[in-house]
Each structure stands twice: as structure tokens, then as C-alpha cells.
């Protein structure tokens, strides 16, 4: 990262002018956090919130939700333990549907959407629109194409969920992909009429956060909140055995070495971003 940017990734310096005065409409900050997995990346997104409250003040938390019952989909109870938390919205992936007892829940919480361009007959809807502090934030969420299950493209889907948010001030993407090419695709897609695009799925983060050239900020993937220590969350003894021995292996989740992945993406302007920073960090020791 350029050492300018660096300074912009940091936000404005702290002063008396900003300090003692209100929050003004074009002081938002977006805080979204990568896949949090299984109970050990609840705890540590939990864990760690207060920490980046204080260091990022941000307008809205969005975080995706897609693997933390067990490692595998959400459910009630926990998407609304995360909201309860302050969570503003959660966004979903390939895992979406694999706790039944989600689906009615994702057609009645309009703070959790998964991806758009899933059949309309699917449970949930693909984008919402949630307020702070007078700013409205609206939400999409998109299923790449490339090796996942999703059934229409997330190249048309997106203008219809575009259009379907009628007036808002910062709209956030995060497109649930396998491929870095789509992922790529999409943030040049919707440079210049999107707040951000984030990528998500691979619970790797990329080292390609930037501001694009018409103001959208982009990151391939954010990366995963759960244990470093293991294989994209799996314990890394069975999913090696896995990979060794070509049979089927119970995968459970790791607790070893958790971390928060996210990205805090600043904006002065309307659907623009000043800045995407990279937070990457272990649990907070005394949690
Ligand atoms: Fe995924
Ligand atoms: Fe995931």
C-alpha cells in the first residue's frame, strides 16, 4: 500500500473540529467482517467489537454469516444474537440454506440477505436497506458463478438489485465467490455506482484492497473470522487425512488460533469511498 493511502486508510486526524462537532452525513464508515466460523468466530467478532468501535467508530457493521452454526449456515437464534449485538446486517453465501430452520427466518428478518441472483423462488431476498444516524446503507449480496450453486447470473441480478433499493446513500456488495476473476468482474462492473464490493467465500484474505478509479472500493476477499490454526475452519489433522486419504472424514471445527478478517471502507461522498483498510487481527488475549 502507497504510503498516501496508508495515511487515507487511517481516516482524518483526529482533531477538536471533528471531535466537538456532530456526525455529519458525509463522515460514514462501513465496518464488514469476513465469514465468521462456527461459535469460535462469533466469539471472536463479539470479542472483538469493542475494540474496533474505538479504533474505527463505524457508521454501520456488516458481517457474513454464512458458516457459523458449526461451520455451516445460521440460524435464528444466532442471526439474532449477532443483530442484538449490533450487527446491522448479515449477508450469506453457498452455505445459506443448510439449517432448515433459517429459511422462514430469512423471509421475515429483513436484516439478512443472501445471494441475489439465487432463484426467486428461493427463501430470503437478496438486498436491504438499514439506517444510522440518518445514513442509509443498503445491503447486496451476490453468489459468483464459477463452481457454486446459484441460479441466475450475478451480472444481471445485480442491476435488478440495484434498482430494487430505490434512495440510499452507500451501497456495500459483497459477492460470495469462488473465482477471483468474477470477483474482479464485478467490482470493475460496479465501479463508480457502488459504495464497496467485497469479495467472500474463499476465508483467505487478498492483499488487493484499493480504492478503484471511480470511487468504489474493492477487495477480491476479506478472508474468514474463525481459526486461523486450522483449513479454512476445518481441523487441520482431518481435513488432511481428507486430502491423504481420499475417504470421508467428519469435519469439525477448529478453535485454534482465531483471528477477525474485515475491512473498514471511509466515506465523504454519496456511493464513494475514501479508503478500504484491511483489519486483521487475533481475538483480543484477555476475551
Ligand atoms: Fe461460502
Ligand atoms: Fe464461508
Redesign the pocket.
Known amino acids: 500500500m502507497a504510503e498516501d493511502e496508508a495515511v487515507a486508510a487511517d481516516g482524518p486526524a483526529p482533531g477538536p473540529e471533528r471531535d466537538d462537532g456532530p456526525r455529519q452525513r458525509s463522515d460514514v464508515s462501513i465496518l464488514f467482517v469476513g465469514?465468521l466460523v462456527g461459535g469460535i468466530g462469533r466469539r471472536t467478532l463479539l470479542d472483538s467489537l469493542p475494540v474496533l468501535r474505538e479504533r474505527y467508530a463505524p457508521t454501520f457493521v456488516v458481517v457474513n454469516g454464512?458458516?457459523v452454526a458449526g461451520g455451516l449456515g445460521i440460524t435464528p437464534k444466532l442471526a439474532d444474537e449477532l443483530l442484538a449485538s449490533g450487527v446491522d446486517a448479515i449477508t450469506l453465501?453457498?452455505?445459506t440454506y443448510h439449517r432448515r430452520e433459517i429459511y422462514q427466518y430469512l423471509n421475515a428478518q429483513p436484516r439478512i440477505v443472501r445471494p441475489a441472483n439465487f432463484l426467486r423462488s428461493q427463501p430470503g431476498r437478496g438486498a436491504c436497506v438499514v439506517e444510522r444516524d440518518a445514513v442509509r446503507l443498503g445491503v447486496v449480496n451476490l453468489s459468483g458463478n464459477l463452481y457454486l450453486r446459484a441460479g441466475r447470473s450475478a451480472f444481471t441480478e445485480v442491476e435488478v438489485a440495484l434498482a430494487d433499493l430505490g434512495s440510499v446513500d452507500h451501497i456495500l456488495v459483497d459477492i460470495?465467490a469462488e473465482a477471483t476473476s468474477e470477483k474482479i468482474a464485478m467490482g470493475w462492473h460496479l465501479d463508480g455506482r457502488v459504495t464497496a464490493v467485497v469479495g467472500?467465500?474463499t476465508h483467505v484474505p487478498t492483499a488487493d484492497a484499493r480504492v478503484l478509479p471511480r470511487g468504489t472500493a474493492y477487495i477480491t476477499d476479506v478472508g474468514m473470522t474463525g481459526p486461523r490454526g486450522g483449513v479454512i475452519g476445518v481441523k487441520r489433522e482431518q481435513a488432511i487425512e481428507s486430502l491423504l486419504t481420499q475417504m470421508p472424514v467428519r469435519f469439525e471445527t477448529s478453535e485454534d488460533d482465531p483471528w477477525l478478517m474485515g475491512v473498514v471502507i471511509s466515506c465523504s461522498e454519496r456511493l464513494r469511498a475514501d479508503s478500504i483498510e484491511q483489519v486483521l487481527m487475533p481475538r483480543p488475549a484477555n476475551a
Do not use: K, P
Open positions: 465469514d454464512e458458516n453465501g453457498n452455505h460470495h467472500t467465500h
